[in-house]
């Protein structure tokens, strides 16, 4: 995966040292978990490179590993994973870019799925109407033209 790592300042229980300096010789490597899970019910092993050393925001890749006994989780483009060493949390990842790997490491390349494309500007039925602040006045006022029934279409 790739995203933006931010690491928390040790007045707000982050890393006391600061934000971790790697080097080419070695990945950072430490636990995590994503939300809603917790790092005692969902930790992972995460191993971080490519980021900035002593950066407290940064451009990051990463590999996280679901601890043995946890259901892998949804790794997608815009969640939050949480960085800890043990439970306390001492960095926030947002990832921005997913690239699952084979058990022997190889990239896993999935075609994506385009989403069907609906023109119709009506909504669904059972599906609330949109409401914006106009909107909703519109919806909920009542007017004389409401009751008035629909006008055949001229041909």
């Given amino acids: 995966m790739r995203g933006t790592v931010v690491w928390l300042t040790p007045q707000q229980g982050g890393r006391v040292s600061g934000p ?3 080097d080419y010789d070695y990945d950072y490597t430490a636990t995590a978990f994503l939300p809603p899970r917790t790092a005692e019910d969902g ?3 995460i191993a971080l490179r490519r980021f900035a050393p002593g950066a407290w925001r940064t451009p990051a ?3 996280l590993v679901p601890a043995k006994g946890n259901r892998a989780q949804q790794v997608i483009p815009g969640c939050m994973v949480v960085i800890t060493e043990g439970v306390r949390p001492v960095g926030l990842l947002t990832v921005e870019e997913v690239h699952a790997l084979a058990a022997d490491g190889t990239p896993v390349i999935t075609p994506a799925e385009e989403p069907p494309i609906s023109l119709s500007t009506t909504p669904q039925p059972g599906e609330p109407p949109y409401r914006h ?3 909703a006045a519109r919806w909920t006022s009542k007017h004389a033209s409401d009751e008035v029934p629909p006008q055949p279409a001229e041909v």
């Fill in 43 to 45: 930790q992972a092993g």
């Fill in 20 to 22: 971790p300096e790697p």
């Fill in 61 to 63: 890749e990463g590999i």
């Fill in 133 to 135: 602040s106009t909107a």
